[in-house]
């Protein structure tokens, strides 16, 4: 069974950064391409980042030049580095690989 497991998150002020980690459990994250997601209250989910088995990444154009995403296969987990936050940045991140399941996900919240 399927289990990822978001932290990171937390309350910071505009401008700051964050770190957050998606482990996994029951797959190997490194053969497969992951993404993070982020969802703000009443609003859908968003794709943020993804990076590929080979590293390559993409971001969507609202956070590119200030997230990075990376893994490390070793500890099966897959990071999603946030530099200068802005208060839309305010949303739940997950991460995903297309599994039926999400995770509980991982709360930011950006204060201006």
């Known amino acids: 069974q399927v289990q990822l497991v978001e932290s990171g998150g937390g309350l910071v002020q505009s401008g700051g950064s964050l770190r957050l980690s998606c482990e996994a459990s029951g797959v190997i994250l490194s053969i497969r391409t992951m993404y993070w997601y982020r969802q703000a209250p009443e609003k859908q989910r968003e794709l943020v980042a993804s990076i590929t088995r080979d590293g390559r990444t993409t971001y969507a154009d609202s956070v590119k030049g200030r997230f990075t995403i990376s893994r490390d296969n070793a500890k099966n987990t897959v990071y999603l580095r946030m530099n200068n936050l802005k208060p839309e940045d305010t949303a739940a991140y997950y991460c995903?690989?297309?599994?039926?399941?999400w995770g509980q996900g991982t709360q930011v919240t950006v204060s201006s």
């Open positions: 995903n690989s297309g599994f039926p399941s």
